[in-house]
Structures are given as structure tokens and as C-alpha cells.
């Protein structure tokens, strides 16, 4: 695959995917009558030239642009409202979501939220307030900065209390973006350290996704193609990036997206406390917590593990042989093993397994998780 030239796939989503994809933004907004779009990042995206490249090349197509970046690393309901207010009061007529994980669920919250204004946890998915979303929603577009969440092709949203810090999902087809701009030069800047938080994260969503206990083989097939990619890709992208390297791994990141509406489980149930009670990387807590809950998953499920292994090439295709390659892709590109070294205390760890146990990914791990599970987990992983 020549990574420079730009390429067109739908899964649904739109996509267009190379090298320099992001500079067909204008003409696409031009050719859908868009004039105002509201561009939604991160404060630290929203500093760097990529990003004004972007706005310079808006302006002089003769686009009206408005930027809202307040947001906080793992988002809250009053960025959404911020960021709603940053539309209306500027009269956009469409949102583009640009950066990781965090930009793209409050782009995509705002989104909803324009023509749906009750109170935004009325349509948690998880009560089934995803009936509520009925109205049409602005034109959205995104394009990922990091290979990571895959937020680009999702149709969902995590959101937190801003007080108790449990997430919320606002899910539903409205929320797909009717484009997305898979540019891998976007990428090319980011540092090590978030290259491999992200990339871990990805290798996260496809092996809870091949995992997850509900039916989906077409899930199953991209999750195996997903993990591939990654174990050619992610190391490379780490310490020596090139296109072909952050090309595979923003493909990689989307195929893992699209596999967990399988589905996820127990690492991300594990993952998402430490994001809300401690502020920690979402992408760096599924990797240290990674090996520790997929080898709770092995017993019974010793033929899944056999095929990730063979995916994965492996010498011995085995559970245990996966759990060593964990560990040692953490190794290879600067992840610690232990939840100590990110600031995690013994004292946290009974509020951590309870946050673990009410959280919403675990019911779709092929086995049950309880709450004495978690509190070992973490003990283990400390």
C-alpha cells in the first residue's frame, strides 16, 4: 500500500485515508454548502502549526471558523456545555472534531447536544437514554491526531460527572461522522510516550473486542487483522516513526474501534477508575493493566488465546506465551509494569474495585468479574 496516495473505504463511516488527506477539509465544506464549522480539540492540539495549518487553510478558502479546546483531558459534562454554547453563540453550522480520544467524545457530545437539550445524562446508553436521541443533528466530520481510541469511526461518546466522575456513554448511529480524514501525517509529531499510550490502547480495544462474549465474527476477523498491524507497527512508530509505521497504526487504532461495538471487558474496567479518580492517561492505564486482565481471562477461553498467539506469530501459541508478549511489548517501548510506578497507592485500591466493579465494560468480558476479582487484580498489577 502506498501510504502517500489518499484512498477511499466506508465501514459505514466515510474515509478517506494518506498522507495529506486533511487538506481536502475546505472543498469538502465548500461542496456541502458548509460555511461556519465549529473545530473542536484539545488546549495543547489547538498550539501547534498542524493545527493553525488547518484554520490558514480554512480562511483562505473563505470559511468562518470558530475554535473551542476547553476541555479537560478526561472530559466532562460542562465542556459539552461550554462547547454548546461556543456553537450557538457563534451560529456555526457544523462540527470538525480534530485531535485523540478526549476532543472527539465532547465533539461528538456537543454534537448531540445541539438539538437535544434536556440534560445531557438523560441519554446515557446505559439507562437506555439513546431512545431519546431523535432529532437530526449538525454536519460532523473528524480526524484523529493520535492512533489510540479510534473515536473517528465510533458512534459513541464518554463523557464524566464532573462531581462523581462516573463516565457516561451517549451512544447512537446520529453520532457517526458523515466523513472522516485519516491523515497519518497528523501524527507524525506525537511523542513517544503518547505514540505508545495510544498504541496500547488500540492493542487493548482489538483483544477485548476478539474476547467479548456476544456474536460478531466480521468483529472477530478486523479485531485479529487489528492486532497484526500493531505488533508490525507499534514499536517502529515509537522509536523510529515513519508513514508506513503511523500509517498501520491509525488503521490499526480505527479497526479497533469498530470491533468493540462487540464489546469490551475487564482491562477497561479496570483502566477507566484510574482515568477518572487519578487523571491517568487513559491509553497508558489499559497498558499496564493489560496483561494482568487478559491472563484472568485465559482459563476457559484457551482457544481464542491460541489464535491471538498465531496471529501474533508467536512461538508457542499459548495464553501464557500472549501474557509475556504484553509485558514485553510494554518493555519495548517505555511502558512500566506496575501500577506504582503511575502513581497508584494501596490505599486506592478499594475505591478503584469498587469504581472497577460498577463500571460498563465488564458484563461483555467472556467471564464474570467481581469485585473480589478486581481487588486482586489491582493488587497484582500494584
Known amino acids: ?17 494518506g498522507a495529506n488527506a486533511v487538506k481536502e477539509l475546505p472543498a469538502y465544506l465548500k461542496q456541502n ?3 461556519k464549522p465549529l473545530l473542536v480539540t484539545d488546549p495543547i492540539i489547538a498550539e501547534l502549526p498542524f493545527f493553525k495549518e488547518i484554520i490558514a487553510d480554512l480562511k483562505q478558502n473563505g470559511l468562518s471558523v470558530e475554535v473551542f479546546s476547553e476541555i479537560h483531558k478526561n472530559p466532562v459534562k460542562s465542556d459539552v456545555y461550554k462547547g454548546s454554547d461556543a ?3 457563534t451560529n456555526r453550522d457544523s462540527i470538525v472534531g480534530i485531535g485523540g480520544g478526549a476532543a472527539l467524545d465532547v465533539a461528538r457530545a456537543i454534537l448531540l447536544r445541539i438539538n437535544h437539550r434536556e440534560d445531557l445524562f438523560k441519554y446515557d446508553d446505559l439507562i437506555g437514554g439513546d431512545v431519546f436521541v431523535t432529532n437530526d443533528v449538525p454536519h460532523f466530520i473528524t480526524i484523529p491526531t493520535t492512533a ?3 473515536s473517528e469511526v465510533g458512534r459513541s461518546g464518554i463523557i464524566a460527572d464532573d462531581v462523581t466522575h462516573q ?8 453520532l457517526l461522522a458523515k466523513i472522516v480524514f485519516a491523515d497519518p501525517l497528523l501524527t507524525m509529531g506525537l511523542p513517544p510516550s503518547v505514540t505508545a499510550a495510544t498504541g496500547m490502547d488500540a492493542l487493548t480495544h482489538n483483544m477485548e473486542a476478539f474476547l467479548a ?12 487483522e487489528g492486532m497484526r498491524l500493531i505488533s508490525l507497527s507499534l514499536e517502529k512508530a515509537v522509536k523510529k516513526p515513519d508513514l508506513a509505521s503511523r500509517a498501520e497504526m491509525l488503521l490499526a487504532s480505527m479497526m479497533g474501534a469498530i470491533a468493540f461495538q462487540k464489546g469490551l471487558g475487564v482491562v477497561h474496567s479496570m483502566a477507566h477508575p484510574l482515568s477518572s479518580l487519578l487523571d491517568t492517561h487513559h491509553g497508558l492505564a489499559n497498558a499496564v493493566n493489560i496483561p494482568y486482565g487478559m491472563r484472568f481471562n485465559i482459563a476457559g477461553f484457551e482457544d481464542k488465546f491460541e489464535r491471538m498467539a498465531r496471529t501474533l506469530e508467536l512461538k508457542e501459541y499459548t495464553g501464557e506465551a500472549v501474557i509475556q508478549y504484553l509485558f514485553d511489548l510494554n518493555t519495548k517501548v517505555g511502558i512500566p509494569h506496575k501500577l506504582r510506578d503511575i502513581n497508584v497507592k494501596e490505599e486506592h485500591l478499594d475505591i478503584l474495585a469498587d469504581l472497577a466493579f460498577a463500571d460498563f465494560a465488564h458484563p461483555n468480558n467472556p467471564k464474570p468479574v467481581s469485585r473480589a476479582d478486581f481487588r486482586k487484580l489491582y493488587s497484582e498489577a500494584l
Do not use: E, W
Open 1 to 17: 500500500m502506498d501510504f502517500n496516495r489518499v484512498v477511499q473505504f466506508n465501514f459505514p463511516t466515510t474515509i478517506r485515508f
Open 33 to 35: 454548502k458548509l460555511a
Open 87 to 89: 456553537y450557538d453563540g
Open 148 to 150: 489510540g481510541t479510534g
Open 167 to 174: 463516565k457516561k456513554i451517549l451512544f447512537s448511529p446520529k
Open 213 to 224: 462474549k456476544n456474536y460478531h465474527p466480521m468483529c472477530d476477523g478486523i479485531a485479529l
